[in-house]
């Protein structure tokens, strides 16, 4: 099997891990466990909680001990063993405390797992902005993989999804073993004091750019937990009015469009990146993320759901043209010998600060909008279409950035 063929299969079951149960869980921790709203909600943020330390701090030991590869094997072994435990949780404290530990061994992985890719493409000699989106594609097909399986199994609202996901990160965690050595590359003598604390890729944020880069990262992160928390319920709230339409049968399959537009913008991110540059490219994510809301605010699963439809699709640009970039963006930016922990700091800023903005704020919001246990989703979605609609004015006036 070529190295590229490897790092599709890598990529692959990276987010076929999380496909299983993100979309899902709420699901089943609502209709089978009996969790209140709020306690659903604090669960989902248990992954902003890992992100704000855990993917920087395991970058800095990729960074300098151990292997990259390695330390993803590691971390998705013990998320195996996270997952099937869960299965056997029903009460919210211990549940909370297991998702909880195995969103600090999960969230790093994505970080990890982009190190990884790059540091193999580049020893082969391949360029990482024409070779990695086509790579990466597969883990977006992975995720996509995964909720049509849980959900053509029925298992939406089962404990089965988690087993699904802890079979592919066992089988990940010991795949990531036999991947080409990514090996730290700082020196372990003559450090200065910053690097010896483990704070290297912070020194990005001495510059303006990188700086204001990071905090529209967090502001976006945001978005996107909006997206994963109320996708779900917010389709299951048309049960009463449209109990047979195709979104309300099948959740996970609509809310999947969004992941099949994201196989297709990835692919024209390198074409996007050249073309236009980081600055703009962010720029149209920002703005779809605009449509993506404001499409939720007037669609609904029978006759408006060409609308919703046409909404997941522009998750794809709202996706891809933030986080994927972005992610190559530090790449470039950053200095070799603090890679994994540049994408550590991105993943603190987007699922990590940002997820705890986006949970907390996206939860006030819809509660503001809730009266008798009945949610003006018009009024939710038109909410959060006006905040992205505010980071798309103030953007392209405070980010400088040369186009490349």
């Not at 996509?144 to 699904?164: E, K, R």
């Not at 912070?202 to 996708?231: S, Y």
């Not at 196989?263 to 980081?278: D, E």
Request: neutral net charge; glycine residues 10%; contains cysteine.
């Amino acid at each position: 099997m070529g190295i590229k063929s490897r790092l599709v299969l890598m990529n692959f079951l990276q987010f076929f891990i999380w496909g299983s149960w993100l979309i899902s869980l709420g699901n089943y921790m609502g209709a089978t466990l009996g969790f209140s709203g709020i306690q659903i909600g604090g669960v989902y943020t248990t992954m902003g909680i890992a992100s704000l330390f855990m993917p920087g701090l395991l970058g800095i030991v990729a960074d300098r001990w151990i292997n990259a590869e390695r330390l993803l094997g590691i971390c998705h072994l013990a998320g195996a063993l996270l997952l099937v435990y869960a299965t056997t949780v029903h009460d919210y404290f211990w549940f909370y405390i297991v998702m909880l530990f195995n969103a600090c061994v999960y969230m790093p992985t994505i970080a990890l797992n982009n190190s990884v890719s790059y540091n193999v493409l580049e020893k082969k000699g391949y360029s990482i902005v024409t070779n990695f989106p086509p790579i990466r594609v597969w883990g977006t097909v992975g995720f996509i993989a995964a909720m049509w399986a849980v959900d053509f199994l029925g298992w939406t609202q089962s404990a089965s999804q988690l087993y699904v996901g802890a079979s592919a990160s066992l089988f990940l965690g010991l795949y990531a073993f036999t991947m080409p050595p990514s090996p730290p590359l700082q020196k372990q003598t003559e450090r200065s004091l910053m690097s010896s604390l483990g704070l290297d890729a912070f020194v990005l944020l001495k510059q303006r750019k990188m700086a204001v880069f990071f905090i529209f990262a967090m502001l976006l992160g945001a978005a996107l937990q909006i997206t994963n928390a109320f996708g779900g319920p917010f389709l299951d709230d048309f049960k009463s009015a449209y109990p047979d339409s195709f979104g309300v049968k099948h959740p996970n399959l609509l809310l999947s469009i969004s992941q099949v537009s994201e196989t297709f913008f990835i692919l024209l991110i390198p074409f996007f990146l050249k073309r236009y540059g980081i600055k703009t490219v962010m720029l149209f994510s920002i703005v779809a993320w605009v449509f993506r809301f404001g499409l939720f605010g007037i669609g609904n699963p029978d006759d408006g759901l060409y609308l919703l439809v046409l909404s997941m699709i522009i998750y794809g640009m709202a996706f891809d043209f933030f986080n994927i970039s972005g992610s190559m963006f530090v790449e470039k930016e950053a200095d070799p010998t603090i890679r994994s922990s540049a994408q550590g700091l991105f993943m603190i800023m987007t699922n990590g600060l940002g997820a705890l903005v986006g949970g907390l704020a996206s939860g006030w919001v819809v509660d503001h909008f809730t009266v008798n246990g009945n949610r003006d989703w018009q009024s939710i979605w038109f909410t959060f279409a006006g905040y992205a609609l505010v980071l798309a004015i103030i953007f392209p006036f405070v980010f400088k950035a040369e186009k490349e």
